[in-house]
């Protein structure tokens, strides 16, 4: 049990050290040498500047734990441990175990081609920091806080009561004070009426989405109180308490973030390029491809196939067939869409519904579908309103737009 216990807390620093990004095998060292060293296992040393680099590099709850005097100790304690199990099991003779072998290998393999993705692929994706600022520059919109309102209402079924109830407000009757007493509404009655913080046409505490009691929100001046507003449920008196007006995210804020948002537009590109480059010198072979090329279907029948395949990875693959191999068609920038759609929606993956949905702007900005793209990454890490299908989401956007 205690094996485990130290085997599972070290999972987390043993990636982050690779053993150990401070640890070092030299010859036996005396105790002289104890004021630079942290501790030892034999020949195996660890120094006290190669912990500190280890801890500083440790996610901030690790840091924390391990920053102190006695953190330290500990992390140390753990590390020999873990020194001596290494050790036993080369004594053992593990390192020469097949499968042992093949987990070596394995992860080497692993370490290589992500050095490679990050020393050579990436940076050909990055862009210039003029590109970030220019992007940036032509898309303020993007990077602009949405103005957000915080208010409070008194609900009822009957809108003669409110009508009352603002006269009482207007001879200086307190609204929270009121709301306490006379709001129909279980879930804000308790804190006089308290809806929060929204945006325009965003979540309102205890109300659900409402068209109308956020357009009136925000037609508001701090301090007024409404008329009553008829919505879905009843009616509501309305006060803003405090108005945030847009505001434009700082250039420094965002720049990295932009950064990102190219990398991902430009990897897929960057990739196949190099791909194409690269495979001249390389005797390769992909033959379930070459199985499928011989089974060629239309665009059509990629569509329906997608259509009818209740698996999300099955429908982007035929999804992505149509793109690459028909971008031509009139399947085309609805294909790359739904890619789009199925990682938001369905896969939950934002960075590759991102990437999706911004090729469709990129590559189809023509198309029908360019404007839902649009909508689509303006609200990806919001709530979406529940649709059918394609068609249905789009008579909700011009809704939503009008």
């Known amino acids: 049990m205690k094996a485990k216990l130290i085997l599972g807390c070290m ?25 630079e060293l942290a501790g030892k296992v034999g020949d195996w040393t660890l120094t006290r500047e190669k912990l500190d680099l280890m801890i500083d590099n440790l996610p901030d709850h690790q840091k924390t734990k391990y920053a102190s005097p006695e953190g330290k100790a500990e992390l140390v304690g753990l590390l020999i441990e873990e020194e001596m199990y290494h050790q036993e099991a080369l004594k053992r003779g593990f390192r020469k175990d097949e499968r042992v072998q093949e987990l070596i290998d394995n992860y080497t393999r692993s370490v290589l081609v992500g050095e490679y ?12 920091e003029q590109e970030v600022h220019d992007y940036y520059e032509a898309n303020h ?6 103005p957000i309102v915080r208010a409070q209402h008194i609900f009822s079924v009957d809108r003669d009561k409110l009508v009352d109830l603002k006269k009482q407000i207007a001879d200086g009757e307190p609204m929270t004070t009121l709301a306490h007493k006379f709001s129909e509404d279980d879930v804000t009655r308790a804190d006089g009426g308290n809806l929060g913080y929204f945006n325009p046409g965003g979540y309102i505490r205890g109300i659900g989405y409402s068209k109308e009691l956020s357009e009136a929100a925000f037609s508001m001046q701090k301090g007024e109180v409404s008329d009553p507003i008829k919505w879905q449920k009843g009616y509501s008196l309305l006060r803003v308490n405090e108005i945030r007006p847009a505001e434009l995210r700082h250039y420094d804020e965002v720049k990295e973030e932009i ?10 590109g960057v990739k196949r390029d190099l791909f194409d480059d690269l495979k001249e010198g390389y005797d390769i072979a992909n033959f379930l491809a070459d199985e499928l090329m011989m089974t060629e279907r239309t665009p059509e029948e990629l ?15 035929h999804y992505e067939q149509i793109v ?9 920038a609805e294909a790359l869409f739904m890619i789009g759609f199925v990682y938001a929606e369905e896969l939950k993956s934002m960075p590759d519904a991102d990437r999706a949905l911004n090729r469709v702007l990129d590559e ?23 649709f059918e299908d394609l068609d249905d989401l789009n008579e909700q956007i011009e809704q939503q737009s009008e």
Not at 305 to 315: E, I, M, N, P
């Open 141 to 146: 919109e993007r990077y602009t806080k949405q």
């Open 364 to 386: 189809y900005p023509q198309s029908e579908v360019a404007k839902t793209a649009q909508w689509m990454l303006e609200n990806l890490n919001k709530p979406l309103p529940e």
């Open 324 to 332: 690459n191999k028909y971008p031509d068609s009139k399947y085309a």
């Open 117 to 128: 993705y990050n020393r050579v692929v990436q940076p050909m994706a990055s862009p210039t």
């Open 11 to 35: 999972a987390g620093l043993f990636c982050m050290i690779v053993i150990m990004a401070g640890c070092s095998k030299e010859k036996a060292v005396s105790d002289e040498g104890s004021d």
């Open 303 to 317: 569509w329906n196939l997608a259509q009818t395949s209740t698996d999300s990875h099955q429908r982007i693959r």
């Open 259 to 268: 950064k990102q948002h190219l990398i991902r537009q430009r990897i897929d």
